[in-house]
């Protein structure tokens, strides 16, 4: 099992406090079978002048914790980047992490009002050779309210999308809860991540966050697993065969959440 999505680093985010939550963490990670975790703190950190050195050095020490507690988990590098105007400029300047130093990105956007530069910025970024996963699209508000945007950001972007686990037991309301299920469901999603944060706040729920997953969409279990590791060797993704297509019971399907 592969994690591409979480705020393990130690004081780094709003994920875990200090070392020691880092390790406890990590541990009943372990005890659930993980592997491989991408460390995919917030960009921007708003005090932080060096994003990059930085997280480079808490990741370091991390892997010594780590490695000190005799837990077999391999730490990734990651970062999720919020969507704003000069991205391009910050990734040409390679101020930015991406997945394992792969070319795939984890970007989020703001929850409430999707940017209208946002087709651009997509533009921009993928015309520069990079992959985008978009974290989490059923916590947004406006997906929640017309998830078939992500028609559009499939089939036109060709963007991937990327659920929280905690989505499908609750953890961020039902709205949310909803729409993750009905987007697995229907096939309208990549891949399947934590997005831990703590060891009580946001736990680690992706080993029974799959199971659900599979309990909802037969195959899903496989195919997530697949192309996490897939995201890790820079290969290309696989997708699932969407049951619905646009302006079709899918739409009927959400308004009662509206
Ligand atoms: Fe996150």
């Known amino acids: 099992m592969i994690d591409l999505h979480s705020h393990i680093l130690p004081g780094v985010d709003d994920g875990a406090a200090d070392m020691e939550e880092s390790a406890a963490i990590l541990k009943f990670m372990q005890q659930k079978g993980l592997k491989k975790i991408a460390a995919t703190p917030h960009y921007p950190l708003y005090k932080e002048k060096d994003y990059k050195k930085m997280i480079g050095e808490k990741l370091g020490q991390l892997r010594e914790k780590a490695k000190s507690e005799n837990i077999d988990i391999e730490i990734l590098s990651g970062s999720e980047i919020l969507i704003e105007k000069k991205l391009p400029w910050l990734l040409n300047d390679n101020k930015l992490l991406t997945i394992n130093n792969t070319d795939y990105l984890l970007l989020e956007t703001h929850p409430i009002l999707l940017p209208d530069y946002f087709p651009e910025i997509i533009h921009d970024i993928q015309a520069m050779g990079f992959k985008i996963i978009i974290a989490h ?48 469901d229907i096939g309208l999603c990549h891949l399947m991540s934590s997005d831990t944060h703590g060891i009580d706040k946001r736990p680690f729920t992706l080993a029974k966050g799959l199971n659900k997953a599979e309990k909802i969409r037969k195959g899903s279990k496989k195919i997530f697993k697949a192309n996490a590791k897939a995201v890790l060797a820079n290969d290309k993704v696989e997708s699932f065969e969407i049951k619905e297509k646009r302006n079709s019971i899918f739409e009927k399907i959400f308004s009662f959440i509206i």
């Open 137 to 184: 699209p059923e916590r947004y508000n406006f997906i929640q309210k017309d998830p078939t945007l992500l028609y559009d950001w499939v089939e036109l972007y060709d963007l991937k999308l990327m659920l929280n686990s905690s989505s499908i037991f609750g953890l961020h309301g039902k709205r949310a809860q909803n729409t993750a299920e009905k987007l697995l």
